[in-house]
Structures are given as C-alpha cells and as structure tokens.
C-alpha cells in the first residue's frame, strides 16, 4: 500500500457554489466539515497538508483554483484528496471513491472500503472518471471521495453521527499510519462550533504563523471597525487535548475588516475540542 506524507486536500465546491443539497444538508458545508477534521487528523500524524479548498463564486473557478492550488505544492510523494457528498434519488446509499487510473485504483478501493466499513454503509467501491476536471489535471495521484448520498437521510445521519472515525479512517489508508487513541469528547459539544473552530483562516482573520498564531486569531468580537477583543474562554485540558467553553456570544467575519458577517455565530455556553486551543491567551 502507497503511503503519503505530502497531501493536499479540499472541500468540493465553495461557500458560493454549495453543490448538491438534501435533508437539510447543503454539499459544501458538510465536505468542508470532512476536509477539516482531515487536515487536523493528518496535522497529528506530522503528515505535511495543504489546504486547497477554493471560495470561488462560479464551479469552473472553484475547480480551476483547486488544481492550481495543489499544483502548486512540490508533488514528490504527494496526494491530492477532494471530498464531495453524491446526489441521486433517495434509495441510493453508500460511499464510492473516484480515481483517473489505474495507477490510483488500488488506493481508491481501500479508502471506499475503510470509510464505508467506519461509516456502516454500502461501499460501492472504486469507479474510474476520467472526465473530472480535478482528477485529470493535478500532476500527482488524485482520489474525489464521495462520503455519502446528500439525498438519502440514512446515509447522512451516519455521516454526520461518525464522522471522526470515517476522517481517522480515511487519515490511516492514505498515510499508512495506525493511530490508538481518539480525541475526546466534551458533553455538549455542537456540531456547528466543532465546524467553525477547524474552517481554518478563510473565515477570520489572516495571520503568519499557523501553529502559534491559530487559535489566538479563532473566537474573535470587535467592538469597533478596527479593534479587536480577544472572546474570554474557560480552557481546560484533556489527555492532551483542549476543551473551551465560550463566555459570551460570538459574531466571525469573513474578512479582516469586519465588513461581512458570516453566517454562523458561536453562542455563549457552546464548547469545541481542538490540540492547537493551548495556544489561547486567556
């Protein structure tokens, strides 16, 4: 089995182009959930990873930037991974895993086969597509996996419920890396905070250096167009891992300006679990 140490990865689609809808559930929105929990679990291997999801507001764009994006990073031992929910009618289940050649078959059926075996659906298996623009243009091997059908409500309750053991798995077949320990849980812990804490830099603020800087630019409210409080939190420690709790209300912004207002707020009370929340000043 191939193993990868250089990956880069990204969530299908954008904020501006959702992709496929159903059950409440809009494509983009959950793959980036996918694509973020991927990159943190790579992250804890020491796997180096690149985040190529786009925020283009037309689907050429988004697959343009994608690939150029990826392109970009040395492909000596790289992978390049992007994550998509599938749409049909609503008996239609189970995960599948696309590749270009035969040169990523094998790699393709043990990712659909580790990710529907954590998941519990039907793995339809490896399917070869030649006609997608990002698996035929990224100049390393390329997988689009396929997590779930958005339209059936079965196949996202599982998606959504078993997500970190569907990320670990797909972590393990692409490094190679066996892990045995999983991040605990906090009680309480919302979905949509665990989101917003891993949507990485796009949706705050910029900064220069991740590792020291990331959770220090991450529960942010201003007070004016141009100054910046830092959210009091309450961190506490478990087997290595943060957990917060927010003391008051949150409004993210899409950019550094604070002009636009994103549409998720973190609430007062909700917690997160993360390994870089260390690096909070209280």
Do not use: C
Request: charged share 25%; net charge positive.
């Amino acid at each position: 089995m191939t193993s990868y140490l250089n990956i880069t990865t990204n969530a299908g689609h954008s904020q501006k182009v959702e992709g496929a809808t159903g059950n409440g559930y809009e494509e983009h929105d959950e793959a980036l959930k996918y694509n973020n929990d991927y990159i943190e679990e790579l992250r804890s291997y020491g796997v180096k990873v690149t985040n190529t999801t786009s925020e283009a507001s037309s689907q050429n764009a988004v697959l343009v930037e994608q690939v150029k994006k990826a392109n970009a990073v040395s492909k000596t031992g790289r992978l390049d991974v992007s994550w998509h929910f599938n749409s049909a009618d609503k008996s239609a289940t189970g995960v599948e895993v696309l590749y270009y050649d035969n040169a990523q078959k094998q790699l393709a059926t043990d990712v659909s086969v580790a990710l529907s075996k954590a998941l519990g659906l039907r793995d339809r298996g490896a399917k070869q597509r030649k006609d997608l623009y990002f698996l035929a243009n990224t100049n390393a091997p390329a997988i689009l996996i396929e997590v779930a059908f958005i339209s059936n409500a079965n196949d996202m309750k599982a998606a959504t419920t078993k997500r970190t053991a569907a990320v670990k798995a797909v972590a393990e077949v692409t490094t190679g890396k066996k892990t045995t320990s999983n991040p605990p849980t906090a009680k309480g812990v919302k979905t949509n905070v665990h989101e917003t804490e891993f949507k990485n830099t796009k949706l705050y603020f910029a900064y220069d250096n991740e590792k020291n800087s990331y959770a220090k630019v991450l529960f942010r409210l201003s007070t004016s167009n141009s100054k910046y409080d830092e959210i009091p939190l309450y961190p506490s420690s478990v087997n290595g891992y943060y957990v917060v709790q927010a003391k008051t209300d949150i409004q993210l912004y899409s950019d550094s300006n604070l002009t636009k207002k994103y549409n998720r707020k973190i609430t007062k009370g909700d917690q997160a679990v993360s390994k870089h929340l260390k690096h909070i000043n209280k």
